[in-house]
């Protein structure tokens, strides 16, 4: 599975990015997608998942009511709209996945990950 992310960007505080996720490869449908982002200095950290129907999304705290997970499996394609960024969602974002079994959890966890797109960068200035 080959994972490319797109979209990311410059926005000022408040503005909104779309980013993509897309396979090759392997189909996506029937496994479930993740993002994770990382900013300078810390360690990567869950944003949102979600499973492969697109029923269940799962969202850190940090982003939940600004965030939407989405995915079209006929595309091979998963998004995050990102809405009301703050300078503090700056970061490199990452899609990714894990192609065994078990309960969503498992997709907030980045050791269980086995397979990344190269990152986005996404910065948000004050």
């Known amino acids: 599975v080959q994972l490319q992310a797109s979209g990311g960007g410059w926005v000022q505080d408040g503005g909104s990015l779309r980013l993509s996720c897309a396979a090759s490869?392997?189909?996506?449908?029937?496994?479930?997608m993740s993002w994770f982002r990382q900013a300078p200095g810390k360690e990567r950290e869950f944003v949102s998942a979600i499973d492969w129907s697109g029923n269940r999304r799962n969202y850190a705290n940090f982003v939940k009511g600004r965030f939407t997970i989405s995915r079209d499996n006929a595309k091979n394609l998963v998004s995050l709209q990102m809405n009301s960024l703050k300078p503090e969602d700056t970061a490199v974002y990452y899609c990714a996945t894990y192609l065994g079994t078990g309960p969503m959890s498992v997709m907030e966890d980045v050791r269980r990950m086995e397979f990344w797109g190269k990152g986005t960068l996404v910065t948000v200035s004050s």
């Open positions: 490869g392997r189909g996506l449908s029937g496994f479930a």
